[in-house]
């Protein structure tokens, strides 16, 4: 199985562009959720999907928008990129909501803005 | 938003040596987990805590739940350099849907 596959691995934008994280799993995990992981701030969650066709807000989702059309897939949309958008992001899955369950990470996507 | 803080933010000891990291809350978690992230990789789980006072074993790692379920620590004996790397404690708390991190113990062990 390939687990949580992100795409792309890297990316520079300058601002004010827009694009979209891919994060795909084969698990048919129920539960997925998108992190950006910055320096000194560990991983702060941005948007999150108990099930296809359902998403709603993490800690930090200003700027962010997310569909969930699929089990599979689960993209981040960056709308209008700003500076302060400039991290790592990691997409997650797990086969259901609640603390019990792991969290299977992708290799995240690296994104710089300019 | 609950926080967990950790402490060290970084340690750095020599092949042999033990550790002890802490993660701390002033919230209640109805479970805690423990990742580990090495650079370029996402973070993968060592351990799920859910009962306060719980204590967990993975070889030399030691994980163990508060009694309060406020709290856990990760004790690592004899460290090796394959324990280097980001190690992350993440708890839910009131919400069933949102995993909330502390931000990490940087762990570098020299040969």
């Known amino acids: 199985n390939a687990g949580v596959t992100q795409t792309p691995k890297f990316q520079v934008l300058k601002t004010g562009q827009s694009m979209t994280l891919q994060c795909a799993q084969d698990m048919n995990h129920e539960y997925m959720s998108w992190y950006r992981q910055d320096p000194g701030m560990g991983l702060r969650l941005i948007h999150y999907s108990v099930g296809a066709g359902i998403t709603d807000q993490g800690e930090v989702p200003n700027g962010y928008n997310v569909s969930r059309s699929t089990t599979e897939d689960f993209p981040l949309r960056l709308l209008s990129a700003a500076p302060s958008q400039t991290s790592v992001y990691f997409c997650a899955s797990s086969l259901r909501s609640g603390g019990n369950q792991p969290q299977h990470f992708g290799d995240g996507t690296r994104l710089s803005i300019l | 938003t609950q926080l967990l803080e950790q402490s060290p933010q970084f340690l750095s000891i020599q092949e042999g040596e033990n550790l002890t990291v802490y993660c701390n809350s002033s919230s209640v978690f109805s479970s805690l987990q423990w990742y580990r992230q090495e650079p370029g990789e996402g973070p993968v789980l060592l351990v799920t805590?859910?009962?306060?006072?719980e204590v967990k074993k993975l070889k030399r790692l030691t994980f163990q739940f508060g009694d309060a379920r406020k709290d856990s620590s990760l004790h690592i004996t004899a460290a090796q350099p394959g324990d280097t790397g980001l190690y992350l404690c993440?708890?839910?708390?009131?919400?069933?849907?949102?995993?909330?991190f502390g931000k990490g113990t940087l762990l570098t062990v020299n040969p």
């Open positions: 805590v859910v009962t306060g006072g």
């Open positions: 993440a708890g839910l708390g009131g919400s069933n849907y949102k995993l909330t």
